[in-house]
């Protein structure tokens, strides 16, 4: 059998998201990966995670009546299991031959057998944490995970004559690169068989994923979108302003949206939107980035924090410091001008959050004000002291406003093209 | 880049714009030698009939500037004054005038500009330009006369206006003139100068009014900042500047005959998707790369308030040679610069009316406040007197660090497919379906 579908892709600064519809319009799969500065792989792996997405939920109602959800999940672990560990071996390999040319000889076998233990220690982990019954939340990219690993592995296997941790940490950086853009076979039909016998091959789930693997899906519509859509090998009619697919992404999601707020990684963007969802005005920075997702970026970088943990420390705070630039490259010299006057770092971060939003009120004004409905989107709508800031400043400026965020609000561009792309099929 | 320039195509009334610049500069060049008095003026307000009725040269500070910032040479102009303390934040023109003075002033087309015998200074709502000329001043230590033209306040120019700056040309700016040069006030030969003036001035607009037509035959924003050359700046009043006009008249009507689109920088642009009106300078760093992004995507500007800053003309302005200095001061007074935000958005909704258009552009240079202020205020109105779709754009005039082709490519792409979507009710039907 075969589904007929439409495929939107948002090619972010940070961050490339892709979106699977079905004929109805209703979402099919979802798929994100980092863009790497490699447009072109970002949006192959993005697109590619999306249908893996869509085969799983095309399999999930299958499955779930035949063997329970809890088979099914198990099922979605063991295959990101088996698409780390084929990613680990690219990895192993490209490192052993790095090591050749960069490792001095006398060196190099200390080197081989640093590397050997280092990869057996993160696939030891893998299997570890597919073991546990609710692992801790972490980065969905290989690149974050294997990178902290490697690290702290290499931390304990550096020897100050020998192998040395940077030489080690070295050859990590130099072929990451490599192993995030080639096309290696991570797609569901490469996978799906090896997560089956990882999970017993439960014969109840056979025939389910005997459909997924054969259904044919059919893209019968695609557009692209974000920041680097012009490197996407679409024609010029299949790429679509990111303004108009936020606009029309962020109405498909919430139908009453008449306002939308987009902070993304180096662009914020205020929308006004019609009952159609069509934008009637647009406001977005200047070439400056300053308060947009990458100012946070760093000031995390700076405090040595993740950036999911900013939000809740800001939100510890009891008196918000004032701050008045939001100048990305300076953010780390704000920062620490604030701490050697003795600041509290939450009260600091609390500062930092309510002045990217004085921004961002700054641009709403510009762009015609905040309607009722308002719907935030981008990867600053997941900060909850992002979130709390922009509520107070709306409320104080436009009074009550109906504020919408939706957990797949990083989804909403991709959402809009994929859209945008079943109407120009129709 | 400079590949890209020199492969840009050429009308031929570019062709002769350009050899009527060069020769000008040759002119100014020379004057030190030949002995002409050389009038430093600005374009808004220009009274190059009456200069040049005193056989002095004009030179305009602004076109320098622009002409600078053209050819590639804004940058180091602008350091260079920044270097002697200018702020981030003055106006560029401001700061790449200075720096090239400070530079050698060497003029644009590469021949050495001459000290003013006079600084005149007409204003006409740009309180920068009395902050540069005071500079200039101080530079050349020149004698500096200021015209004061009262802003158009209530939207109309008053009959006591007219009868101030009437009487301020008699007391101040002819004496002036009359000083440097050694020339008596010769009426007749201003009203003659007069009587060219609005020959070119017929055909200009008659050239900007083709725009009505479709497809357009010009580009009322991009092309028409080379077609207002001549007239804002030092050729009005000319024999050679009557000569482009009529030029320029036929290479338009020729098109026009042919159902042709204006000439950009890469090819003919005879598919128009979306016909705009502009408001706002251009930038010039990156001229032809901005016009460029326009015509890749079939936007074809009709009608422009920027290409008004020296003369409204299309709403009847002529120079009367029957009452010479009253005309000069409601020239004056009619510049784009001296309206007032409501006239200048009833201009705009006017424009979109007339030529027939899609919707409008700002855009926004940095370094100017007399164009910048109210920008917003304007955008809204406009929008919602004719219900068409406005669009914002930020650059700068000749500071090539504040142009940012990514951001402004995906704000212009944005735009009209904005205009695209709600002219199609498209998402509608994307609903719907």
Redesign the interface.
């Given at each position: 059998m075969s589904i007929t579908c439409f495929v939107g892709t948002d090619l972010g600064s940070t961050t490339t998201k892709s979106i699977v519809l079905d004929a109805q319009g209703d979402i099919l799969g979802r798929g994100i990966t980092n863009s790497r500065s490699n447009y072109d792989r970002a949006a192959q792996v993005s697109r590619s995670e999306a249908f893996i997405n869509a085969r799983f939920n095309l399999l999930r109602r299958e499955v779930t009546v035949a063997a329970g959800e809890a088979v099914l999940e198990r099922l979605l672990r063991a295959f990101r299991l088996e698409q780390t560990l084929a990613q680990l071996e690219r990895l192993h390999e490209l490192t052993l031959g790095a090591a050749a040319f960069d490792v001095p000889a006398p060196l190099g076998r200390a080197a081989r057998e640093a590397i050997d233990a280092i990869i057996a220690g993160i696939r030891a982990e893998e299997l570890a944490r597919f073991d546990e019954a609710d692992p801790p939340r972490r980065s969905d990219f290989f690149r974050d995970a294997a990178g902290s690993a490697w690290s702290r592995l290499a931390t304990g296997l550096a020897e100050p004559d020998g192998v040395t941790y940077d030489m080690l940490l070295g050859l990590y950086d130099k072929c990451i690169i490599q192993v995030e853009n080639e096309p290696l076979a991570l797609g569901f039909g490469d996978h799906i068989g090896a997560a089956l016998l990882r999970i017993g091959d439960p014969a109840d789930v056979h025939t389910g994923v005997q459909h997924a693997v054969e259904t044919e899906l059919l893209v019968a519509g695609e557009v692209g979108t974000g920041y680097g859509r012009q490197r996407l090998p679409f024609p010029k009619e299949m790429i679509r302003s990111e303004i108009l697919c936020h606009g029309l992404g962020a109405s498909t999601m919430f139908p009453g949206t008449r306002t939308v707020l987009d902070i993304g990684g180096q662009d914020t963007k205020a929308i006004q939107v019609d009952a159609d969802g069509i934008v009637t005005s647009f406001q977005m920075n200047d070439r400056c980035a300053a308060g947009c997702g990458r100012y946070l970026g760093y000031i995390a970088d700076e405090m040595n924090l993740g950036l999911h943990e900013l939000g809740p420390l800001a939100q510890q705070s009891t008196r918000a410091v004032k701050i008045n630039s939001t100048c990305t490259v300076f953010a780390g010299a704000e920062l620490r001008e604030r701490l050697s006057l003795g600041e509290r770092r939450e009260d600091i971060l609390a500062g930092l959050h309510r002045a990217i939003m004085l921004r961002a009120m700054s641009l709403l004004a510009r762009s015609g004000g905040v309607d009722d409905e308002f719907t935030f989107t981008g990867g600053v709508a997941n900060n909850p002291a992002a979130v709390a800031a922009l509520r107070e400043l709306v409320g104080e400026n436009y009074g009550g406003r109906t504020l919408n965020i939706s957990p797949d609000s990083i989804f909403t561009g991709a959402l809009g093209a994929a859209i945008f792309g079943r109407r120009s099929a129709n | 880049m400079s590949d890209a320039r020199a492969e840009a195509l050429k009308d031929q009334s570019m062709v002769i714009q350009k050899e009527m610049i060069a020769e000008h500069y040759e002119r100014l060049a020379r004057a030190p030698e030949t002995g002409e008095p050389v009038v430093y003026t600005f374009v808004p307000g220009n009274l190059t009939e009456l200069i040049r009725s005193f056989g002095c040269l004009p030179v305009l500070p602004e076109i320098n500037a622009l002409q600078s910032g053209m050819r590639g040479k804004s940058r180091d102009y602008i350091t260079e004054a920044e270097k002697h303390g200018h702020s981030e934040d003055v106006c560029t023109y401001v700061k790449c005038d200075i720096g090239m003075a400070m530079a050698g002033n060497i003029g644009p087309t590469g021949t050495k500009l001459p000290k003013p015998d006079l600084l005149l200074l007409s204003y006409t709502g740009c309180y920068t330009f009395m902050k540069w000329f005071e500079l200039l001043r101080e530079q050349y230590d020149c004698p500096c006369v200021f015209l004061h033209v009262p802003y158009q306040g209530d939207g109309r120019i008053e009959p006591e206006h007219r009868e101030y700056m009437v009487r301020q040309l008699r007391e101040q700016v002819i004496p002036a003139l009359e000083r440097i040069s050694g020339r008596r006030y010769d009426e007749e030969a201003l009203r003659e100068r007069l009587r060219l003036s609005v020959q070119a001035e017929d055909d200009l607009v008659w050239v900007l009014q083709s725009a009505r037509n479709r497809p357009s035959p010009i580009d009322a924003y991009f092309g028409a900042v080379y077609y207002v050359g001549p007239i804002f700046s030092a050729f009005r009043g000319t024999p050679e500047g009557v000569a482009y006009y009529q030029a320029l008249r036929r290479e338009v009507q020729s098109r026009l005959d042919a159902g042709l689109g204006p000439v950009a920088p890469a090819g003919p642009m005879n598919e128009q998707k979306y016909r705009l009106v502009v408001e706002g300078p251009p930038n010039w760093t990156h001229f032809r790369e901005f016009w460029q992004m326009f015509a890749d995507e079939g936007a074809v500007v009709v009608a422009s308030t920027y290409s008004k800053v020296g003369g409204t003309y299309d709403f009847g302005f002529r120079h009367d040679p029957d009452d010479p200095l009253g005309t000069l001061g409601d020239y004056c007074a009619g510049c784009y610069t001296n309206h007032n935000l409501p006239g200048r958005i009833d201009m705009l909704c006017q424009y979109l009316r007339d030529y027939d258009a899609d919707g409008f552009l700002i855009n926004s240079v940095k370094s100017c406040n007399s164009f910048s202020a109210g920008q917003?205020m304007i955008l809204?109105e406009v929008?919602k007197r004719t219900g068409l779709?406005?669009g914002?754009i930020?650059s700068d005039l000749v500071d090539p660090r504040?142009f940012?082709a990514?951001?402004i490519k995906?704000?212009l792409?944005?735009?009209l497919?904005?205009v695209e979507?709600?002219r199609g009710?498209?998402?509608?039907?994307?609903?719907a379906?």
């Open positions: - | 917003l809204r929008e779709p406005g914002f930020e504040y940012s990514a951001n995906n704000r792409e944005s735009y497919q904005m979507a709600r009710g498209g998402a509608r039907e994307a609903r379906s």
